[in-house]
């Protein structure tokens, strides 16, 4: 329990300010003043700012804008500095659900409400543009909680808040649509394989009851959840598609789970308690692309005060936490009450690679200076980022603990100990190391390479059709990698990591199917590993295959 210093007291600074929280020492941005921000859709100023909600990121792909929800309408604002630039179309409202395109970074998706047509804008140019009209529906909605696909290319709406389907950007294609007939739902998300999980309104273990998986043709696949609840998708540290969920309301909670964090791995069902909450506190989830955690806040509704009985263990905080299920890091109280209904929830919001964090809070200014009581401001936490390099491994030969030395041995791309899930494809290029890399662009697959020692380095290929990768270090997630380089760079040492325990370990490339701004695709490269092995004496380790190479 961390009791709030001056919690009935501590105003926010003023816009574009920061203040360092002084439990758990993060640097907190204020990004919008509403009641300083005239009302550009009605009279007066505004009374709340916010990020729409949780599961959608208000981010784009590289942080360098976002939007937020001005009551009506959204405005756009600058991903660093957190400055306003100006106000979207009202057409684009607050129930018109633009979603950032991860081709590129100026271009929002979004549906007129009460309309049935998909559009795009252009923030840059401010050029609107019908992408596709679906004439069987008068309508089409994504029910406000779905984003775009992990792949950039696919969404699900409900048409006529009846039939659900799929639709992929790229081939204008309009896949098998579900009749939900009178069975009400709450919710549809895409998954990060493009199935897709419906949230029905009422409890239990029969069909149309909890949560069920779809494929992308709508065919049934099983259920996932007995109930709804709050949630959001993304990838496990394996890469598999997993389904990060609150269980307050499910009727058969998993041992030891009650009103926990939950994994629930979307290809069998299989749940794992991630983190378990005092019943006083409900959630809201936010998953990056992937990084092997998830961010959550914690509202406590009774509004206890700080330090008394009530002021449970992680209340009213801003917390990441890990899939694997080893804890959570603590980064910030967010200080608001419940002085309405649901504007004071903070609905945390991560940007897609996990370095940012937005949240709503009122801090209780309608109680210090008398705001109204729907206000409500936004704030952001810039998270350190997870994906700098670390040191390149000792060079070879040098001295070694308990008198042995090291030796760096090469695995090529062909080698036995790298195992190869999804789609990858050989190429001879007498520009790789052994004339010989395995590639990839397909999302989600895998490159899994068993070595034993002391350090490994990933080397690879980088030109213009370079794209996105991550890294795990036994199954931890490590750093998201851009293989991207305006000009060709063969034999590139994409990833290193040293000092790690002498013994046995597996460093795993997941492709993301995403590419950078500049990137004409997203090509991720295997050529070679060098692995750093420690001699317990002073032989060198010796190459044992012909695709093994000492340097």
Not at 94 to 100: G, L, N, Y
Not at 446 to 471: E, H, P, R
Not at 492 to 515: A, E
Request: glycine share 8%; proline share 5%; hydrophobic share 35%.
């Amino acid at each position: 329990m961390e009791p709030a210093p001056n919690y009935d007291t501590f105003v926010p600074p003023a816009v574009g300010g920061t203040y360092v929280d002084p439990v758990f020492g993060s640097t907190i941005q204020r990004v919008s003043n509403a009641m300083g921000m005239a009302n550009a859709s009605g009279s007066g100023n505004l009374t709340w700012i916010e990020n729409e909600y949780a599961t959608m990121s208000a981010f784009n792909s590289n942080n360098s804008l976002l939007i937020l929800v001005h009551e009506s309408y959204f405005g756009l604002y600058n991903g660093t500095t957190g400055a306003f630039i100006q106000n979207l179309p009202f057409e684009i409202s607050a129930s018109s659900e633009p979603r950032w395109s991860r081709a590129d970074n100026v271009t929002l998706y979004y549906h007129v409400y009460g309309g049935n047509q998909l559009k795009s804008y252009n923030t840059s140019t401010g050029v609107i543009s019908v992408v596709h009209t679906f004439s069987q529906y008068s309508s089409i909605s994504g029910n406000g909680e779905m984003d775009i696909s992990l792949d950039g290319d696919h969404f699900v709406f409900a048409g006529d808040n009846e039939f659900i389907f799929v639709y992929q950007i790229s081939t204008d294609q309009v896949y098998t649509a579900f009749d939900a007939g009178s069975n009400p739902f709450d919710s549809m998300y895409i998954t990060p394989n493009n199935n897709v999980i419906v949230a029905w309104i009422t409890t239990g273990t029969t069909r149309y009851t909890g949560q069920e998986l779809f494929d992308i043709n709508m065919n049934f696949q099983r259920q996932v959840g007995h109930a709804d609840g709050h949630k959001d998708v993304t990838t496990d540290t394996n890469g598999n598609e997993v389904l990060i969920w609150t269980n307050s309301a499910d009727p058969q909670p998993i041992a030891n789970c009650n009103n926990g964090i939950v994994k629930i791995q979307l290809s069998n069902g299989a749940q794992t308690c991630l983190l378990q909450l005092d019943w006083s506190l409900a959630v809201h989830i936010s998953a990056p692309d992937g990084n092997g955690t998830v961010f959550v806040d914690t509202e406590a509704p009774s509004n206890p005060e700080s330090g008394s009985s009530g002021w449970v263990a992680y209340t009213d905080e801003i917390l990441q936490v890990k899939l694997d299920g080893s804890g959570a890091t603590r980064w910030a109280q967010h200080r608001s009450r419940p002085l309405n209904g649901y504007n004071w929830e903070p609905k945390v919001s991560t940007s897609r690679d996990g370095t940012r964090l937005l949240y709503a809070s009122d801090f209780n200014l309608q109680t210090i200076d008398g705001y109204t009581s729907n206000y409500s401001d936004t704030y952001l936490i810039q998270i350190p980022a997870t994906a700098t390099q670390p040191p390149a491994p000792a060079p070879p030969s040098s001295p070694a603990p308990g008198g042995g030395k090291t030796t760096t041995v090469q695995y090529l791309d062909n080698n036995a100990a790298v195992q190869y899930t999804g789609a990858w494809y050989p190429n001879s290029g007498s520009f790789n190391i052994g004339s010989t890399a395995t590639l990839s662009e397909a999302a989600n697959s895998t490159a899994a390479f068993s070595f034993t020692g002391t350090g490994v380095s990933w080397i690879g290929y980088s030109d213009q059709w370079s794209g996105i990768a991550q890294v795990y270090i036994d199954g931890v997630f490590k750093a998201t990698v851009d293989t991207y380089a305006a000009v060709e760079a063969p034999q590139k040492v994409q990833y290193s990591v040293s000092n790690l325990t002498n013994g046995p370990h597996t460093l795993t490339i997941l492709v993301t199917g995403q590419q950078d701004s500049a990137a004409l695709q997203g090509w991720v490269w295997v050529n070679a590993f060098d692995v750093t092995q420690v001699s317990s004496g002073s032989a060198s380790t010796t190459a044992k295959a012909l695709d093994i190479r000492t340097r």
